[in-house]
């Protein structure tokens, strides 16, 4: 089964921690995604990466850094400078529109 | 302007009847568009995608396009209570760049 596989599932963070998001994908799409989505908001564009060894900032990337070493992974890193990082984080390939994880809810202990 | 605009909802109807969801944009040279539907605490599905002006059917999911008014509407018809979730349009509002999503609008369908 094709698809894109996040985890954890849920994550907590203790203040001052940097914890990585995992996202792994077997659909062969070279352009991949990360969104944050906060309760009653719509997504927003963390980072994303269009081709391996290459990524690019969104329009919120302040305290969060990725890599794209390999095609099939693109892991988001939450850092301690990321003052509110409770949310649900979202990753995506790109298809004809895009394929979603399931998600990872991070919260902040 | 925002980007990408819909009417937060919640957006009620009756099981059976048609729901309407609407959709502005700000890019003019935007070129496709995408509905997705987003069950409370899961990630987001993509039921429709536009290209062209006029309606695009699929099911019971109509979308429709009025690139000169800037607006994208989706159409769900028999409407049903799984349909209860809440719709994102998203767009690519500045040429070949990620998608860029609107907040999305609740529906409620009431049996």
């Known amino acids: 089964d094709g698809g894109i596989t996040q985890s954890p599932k849920y994550l907590f963070r203790k203040e001052g921690q940097n914890v990585t998001l995992s996202c792994e994908q077997n659909l062969n799409h070279d352009a991949m995604y990360w969104y944050r989505q906060d309760p009653g908001q719509g997504l927003r564009l963390i980072y994303y990466s269009q081709i391996v060894n290459d990524f690019q900032k969104g329009d919120i990337a302040e305290g969060y850094s990725v890599s794209r070493e390999k095609k099939e992974s693109f892991p988001l890193t939450v850092t301690s400078a990321q003052k509110n990082p409770t949310a649900f984080y979202l990753c995506?390939?790109?298809?004809?529109?895009?394929?979603f994880g399931s998600g990872t809810r991070l919260t902040v202990v | 302007q925002k980007e990408v605009e819909q009417n937060s909802g919640p957006l009620s109807v009756p099981e059976g009847a048609i729901a309407s969801l609407n959709c502005t944009y700000s890019?003019?040279?935007?070129?496709?568009f995408f509905w997705y539907r987003q069950y409370s605490g899961k990630s987001p599905e993509l039921i429709m995608s536009i290209y062209s002006n006029g309606d695009k059917e699929d099911g019971r999911f109509t979308a429709q396009l009025n690139k000169a008014s800037q607006y994208v509407s989706l159409l769900i018809r028999d409407s049903q209570p799984s349909d209860s979730a809440t719709y994102l349009c998203a767009v690519p509002v500045r040429g070949n760049t990620p998608l860029v999503f609107g907040k999305g609008t609740r529906l409620s369908v009431i049996a």
């Open positions: 995506a390939s790109k298809a004809d529109g895009y394929t």
């Open positions: 890019d003019r040279g935007s070129q496709s």
